[in-house]
C-alpha cells in the first residue's frame, strides 16, 4: 500500500492540477510494471488534522477564533478521520484473498488488486465545519472573526509564501487546489458500508481536532 496521502488517482483532474498525486499515480504504476501489486487507500484529506492545523489547511485558526472561507465555502470536501482510515486498512487486510472465499458483503481481497479503496467519514464544506465548531464549543458566528477570500488569491499566495520557505504555505497552495468542486468528485462510492464501518459523528471528529488545537498539538511535531 504505497503513501498516497489520500488523493483520488483516478481523478484526472486532480492528476492535472497537483504534481505530488500525479507521481503517486505514476509510482503505482510502476509498481504493476515491475509485476508487483498495489492497494491505494484514497481517504480524502483528513478531518482532525486539517481542522486543527491551522488557516493554511481548512481554513480555521481555533485557538483564536478565526476562519478563512475560500470563495464562499461551500464546496463539500471528502474528508475521513485517522480513526475511520484505521478500521478501513484493518478490515481491509481482514478479507478473504480470493472472491471464491468472499463471505456475506461479497468482497475479496483479489477484487482490489492494483486498484485503490475509496473511503469516506463525511463530505462537508467550511460552512458545515463551523457550524459543528460551534455545537462543539458553543460559540456562535458572533464569536468568530469570518473572512472569505478567493480560491485563487490562497493558490498563488501560497505559491509565492512557500516558494520565500514558508511551509505552511505548501498546505495552502494544495488546499487551494483541492477545495474545487472537481477535484472533489469521485467516480464510485466509498465501500466503508461494505466493510461494516460505523458511521461517523462529525461533532465528536470535531472535539477531537479542538483538543489537538487547544492542547498545542503541531503537523509540524
Known sequence: MPNNYGANIRNKKVLEI???????AQKA????????AYIVMACGLWYEWSLAAGEEWFGFDIKNRKVTFTDDGLTKIWTSTWE?????????????????????NGLALEQFKNDQIILESFRVNQRDMLDSLHRVLGTTDADWDIRSEPRQKRL?????????????????QLYAKLMRP?????????IEKKLGLPKESLDEATKRAVDMAEGDWTPFG
Do not use: T, W, Y
Open 84 to 104: 475511520q482510515c484505521g478500521r478501513g486498512l484493518a478490515a481491509l487486510l481482514s478479507l478473504p484473498v480470493h472472491k471464491d472465499k468472499a463471505g456475506s
Open 29 to 36: 504504476q510502476e509498481i504493476q510494471d515491475l509485476g508487483g
Open 18 to 24: 497537483e504534481p505530488i498525486v500525479a507521481a503517486n
Open 182 to 190: 472537481e477535484a472533489q468528485e469521485l467516480e464510485v462510492e466509498g
Open 156 to 172: 498563488e499566495d501560497g505559491q509565492r509564501d512557500m516558494m520565500n520557505g514558508d511551509v505552511a504555505a505548501f498546505a495552502k
